[in-house]
């Protein structure tokens, strides 16, 4: 009876800790980046993109070296086949939003570049353009 309340309980424990870190979401970028500083946001991202790629590739060569040989796998082949495979499309899925986020805060950060020299008032008589 006690082993089967230590068993309910551990059980409960590791569905909390599989659940929790699930449902945990990754910050979108680093807390010592301005959330105004675009640029900076498009520079993070675009690093991210480089070190993702490099990631992708090293992956896509060891599925390759599998598919030219894949019997030097053996049996565990197809598990690393599919569990390379599934990196692959991870890394992918990943690589586009960081591309995404990446080409907006540039978009961003070129729009507010415009803005700029736009804030320029110039004092015509009595009226004040902006």
């Keep these: 009876m006690n082993s089967l309340k230590v068993t309910a309980v551990a059980s409960l424990i590791f569905f909390g800790v599989v659940t ?7 910050p979108a970028a680093p807390i010592n980046i301005n959330p105004n500083d675009h640029a900076t946001l ?3 991202y675009e690093g ?11 992956y896509q060569q060891e599925l390759n070296e599998y598919e030219d ?3 030097y ?4 082949g197809q598990d690393l ?22 080409e907006l805060h540039r978009k961003i950060a070129d729009g507010n570049q415009d803005r700029q020299f736009n ?5 015509i008589g009595k009226a004040v353009i902006r």
């Design 20 to 26: 929790t870190s699930a449902f945990a979401e990754v």
């Design 119 to 123: 804030k320029a008032e110039a004092e």
């Design 81 to 102: 086949k599919s569990h390379l495979q599934a990196n692959i499309r991870e890394y992918q899925k990943e690589l586009a939003e960081d591309l995404q986020e990446a």
């Design 42 to 44: 498009a520079n993070y």
């Design 69 to 71: 040989h894949p019997y």
């Design 48 to 58: 991210l993109v480089k070190e993702i790629s490099e990631k992708l590739e090293g």
């Design 73 to 76: 796998y053996g049996r565990q």
